[in-house]
């Protein structure tokens, strides 16, 4: 199974933007990673009067676009609960990755880096803390029984998943 690595924390603290950072970082370590982006948002990646999305609207279950670049698969569940963070990394191609990386499932059972910004209108106190929970990355400094992480130093978060990724490799 691929390791997978969640990035949780409240809105506006920043995952979106440190993910942006890392992933390229950890690409130039040989790293293939793979990401999973959990929304609240009715979100639609097709644009309307284009071709698959007009044929998905018409009432198409699952549509597949696909060209020499790349390829996405639209699949409707207007009546199901929501998705299983495991089972949508199922759906992923192992081979093609050495990590998936989320965005948001922070109540799941998956190792996270929960991130705090003091300026983000929270209290150190509300941290959900787990036992998934591998380390906090914070903009100020905290006292928590993890591993903490300058929020603002990139290059100390990237050591510290290629270390957490290494040790679960070797599991």
Not at 127 to 132: A, F, G, P, Q, V
Request: contains cysteine; aromatic residues 4%; proline residues 3%.
């Amino acid at each position: 199974m691929i390791p997978l690595l969640a990035i949780a924390a409240w809105s506006g603290t920043g995952k979106t933007t440190l993910l942006k950072k890392l992933i390229p970082e950890l690409c130039a370590r040989g790293i293939r990673p793979g990401l999973i982006k959990h929304t609240h948002h009715n979100m639609d990646v097709d644009k309307p009067g284009k071709d698959s999305y007009e044929l998905r609207k018409a009432g198409a279950a699952q549509t597949l676009v696909a060209s020499k670049q790349r390829w996405a698969l639209m699949t409707e569940t207007a009546e199901e609960e929501e998705l299983d963070l495991h089972w949508l990394v199922s759906r992923m191609d192992a081979s093609k990755l050495d990590l998936v990386l989320v965005e948001g499932f922070k109540h799941d059972a998956v190792a996270k880096i929960l991130l705090f910004r003091e300026a983000a209108g929270h209290h150190v106190s509300e941290l959900t803390i787990d036992e998934h929970t591998i380390a906090v990355a914070s903009d100020t400094a905290i006292n928590v029984e993890l591993p903490v992480l300058n929020l603002n130093d990139l290059h100390e978060i990237v050591e510290f998943i290629v270390e957490w990724l290494s040790r679960q490799i070797d599991d």
